[in-house]
């Protein structure tokens, strides 16, 4: 089913679009499911708070860690198949889940999902930047994005429907069911653009002459083997370490959403997280509403003849900026105070969050994939590092600090984009 059409035009990357879009809502299903499940089953099995925190980590640290091996995977494999038996493996161990009793093999399976997770960004972005013209690639890549604070938002109300209905191993088993269900159909339905059926002349010369990387490699050519000087080029240009170490800022304030924020409006701040289940979803909606203005405006001011200076960095830099209001709620203990700092906060993490469209734009042709997966293992860092970090400085019992620390962070993240990135162009690797 086409979405659009305009002029006679195909629009079939919209529907490659939606495919994205709907595997980025699994993806954080079977990630923050867990959550839901963790207090009936550390009952149920008996598991200590200390083992909880365990299980709960070894998805990020296989994660990171692979992210640049998983990176180089997408520079070699084609996204139909390697998009489907990522689906598929992951799924296959979210299902599993439900069966098992062991605290060891728990672990192993949250660890095989981040393992089986990891290169799905770099993939992401990498049909991306070959489905969609520049001027539309910042609001595909938010679009798809969103579908993360869509998951953060809504998934664990829904999540605990299903658990509340099914228990909590059900809830593992249905969310496996599903994932496997949706690896057939990205099998079924995905083509690259060369391949798929019914795109119009029209709109593949639109995707072709606006920059879109359909034909990064000839039809026939074998993958080339993997050489260590291209692990460097994706570590020796000043630009990329520039949305690196951005990437690393704004995933501070994910991170700080993700883990510690419903322990500080309890036990910090005083409010019942149960009783407020509507003013603690409000920063994600206003995260989901962020990100996709921020596609939307980029792909608008480039439209409009605007430089990727400023049409790519003008939403992040203003997001980055957005995001230090966090600070502000050190200095109230009125919950709608808070709850407001905190939404134009995370607003300001959304508006900031179409990194991924520097990493289209800038990469070498040939090394996006890898790229893609340093970028997301720096910004991943974040995951592993700012949690404990808070952990530690909040012992105490005040938060201040670690809000401090987050708005900082992201006032080092504004600065990065500003200097370091410099100017928005490809990178040509210079032929010896």
């Given at each position: 089913m086409n979405f659009l059409k305009r002029n006679g035009t195909t629009a079939k990357r919209y529907n490659i679009l939606a495919l994205i879009f709907g595997t980025v809502v699994i993806n954080y299903l079977d990630r923050t499911n867990i959550s839901v499940a963790a207090s009936a089953m550390s009952e149920d099995l008996g598991f200590s708070s200390?083992?909880?925190?365990?299980?709960?980590?070894?998805?990020?640290?296989?994660?990171?860690?692979?992210?640049?091996?998983?990176?180089?995977?997408?520079?070699?494999?084609?996204?139909?198949?390697?998009?489907?038996?990522?689906?598929?493996?992951?799924?296959?161990?979210?299902?599993?889940?439900?069966?098992?009793?062991?605290?060891t093999a728990l672990i192993g399976l949250r660890a095989s999902i981040g393992?089986?997770?990891?290169?799905?960004?770099?993939?992401?972005?990498?049909?991306?930047?070959?489905?969609?013209?520049?001027?539309?690639?910042?609001?595909?890549?938010?679009?798809?994005?969103?579908?993360?604070?869509?998951?953060?938002?809504?998934?664990?109300?829904?999540?605990?429907?299903?658990?509340?209905?099914?228990?909590?191993?059900?809830?593992?088993?249905?969310?496996?069911?599903?994932?496997?269900?949706?690896a057939a159909i990205w099998y079924w339905v995905y083509r690259d653009p060369t391949k798929y059926k019914g795109i119009s002349k029209k709109e593949y010369n639109l995707i072709k002459?606006?920059?879109?990387?359909?034909?990064?490699?000839?039809?026939?050519?074998?993958?080339?083997?993997?050489?260590?000087?291209?692990?460097?080029?994706?570590?020796?240009?000043?630009?990329?370490?520039?949305?690196?170490?951005?990437?690393?800022?704004?995933g501070a304030v994910t991170v700080f959403f993700l883990t510690w924020f419903p322990t500080y409006l309890e036990k910090y701040k005083g409010i019942d997280f149960l009783k407020s289940g509507f003013l603690a979803s409000v920063p994600f909606l206003a995260a989901f509403a962020g990100v996709l203005l921020s596609g939307f405006v980029s792909d608008y001011l480039v439209k409009k003849g605007y430089s990727n200076e400023v049409s790519r960095k003008v939403p992040v830099l203003t997001g980055m900026l957005l995001a230090v209001v966090i600070i502000g709620a050190n200095f109230t203990d009125n919950t709608t105070l808070i709850i407001t700092f905190l939404a134009v906060a995370f607003f300001g993490n959304g508006l900031a969050s179409?990194?991924?469209?520097?990493?289209?734009?800038?990469?070498?042709?040939?090394?996006?994939?890898?790229?893609?997966?340093?970028?997301?293992?720096?910004?991943?860092?974040?995951?592993?590092?700012?949690?404990?970090?808070?952990?530690?400085?909040?012992?105490?019992?005040?938060?201040?600090?670690?809000?401090?620390?987050?708005?900082?962070?992201?006032?080092?993240?504004?600065?990065?984009?500003?200097?370091?990135?410099?100017?928005?162009?490809?990178?040509?690797?210079?032929?010896?």
């Open positions: 200390v083992q909880m925190g365990f299980i709960f980590s070894a998805f990020a640290w296989t994660y990171v860690a692979l992210q640049i091996p998983g990176g180089m995977i997408v520079d070699k494999i084609k996204p139909r198949i390697l998009y489907s038996v990522m689906l598929f493996l992951w799924s296959i161990a979210t299902l599993i889940q439900g069966f098992v009793n062991s605290f393992v089986f997770e990891a290169p799905s960004y770099p993939c992401n972005n990498a049909i991306v930047t070959k489905w969609f013209p520049e001027n539309e690639r910042a609001s595909a890549i938010a679009i798809y994005t969103s579908g993360q604070f869509i998951g953060l938002a809504f998934l664990f109300p829904l999540l605990t429907l299903i658990q509340d209905a099914m228990g909590w191993r059900g809830l593992f088993i249905l969310s496996g069911v599903i994932g496997i269900a949706w002459d606006g920059g879109g990387l359909i034909e990064t490699k000839a039809e026939n050519e074998k993958p080339k083997a993997f050489n260590w000087s291209d692990l460097g080029h994706a570590l020796s240009y000043r630009k990329l370490w520039g949305v690196y170490i951005g990437q690393f800022c704004l179409i990194g991924w469209v520097f990493v289209s734009l800038m990469a070498p042709k040939n090394l996006i994939g890898l790229v893609g997966g340093v970028f997301n293992l720096i910004g991943g860092l974040s995951g592993v590092i700012i949690p404990i970090v808070i952990g530690i400085i909040v012992k105490d019992g005040d938060f201040s600090p670690a809000l401090y620390l987050i708005g900082g962070l992201t006032f080092l993240g504004f600065f990065s984009y500003l200097f370091i990135v410099g100017k928005v162009e490809r990178i040509e690797i210079k032929k010896k």
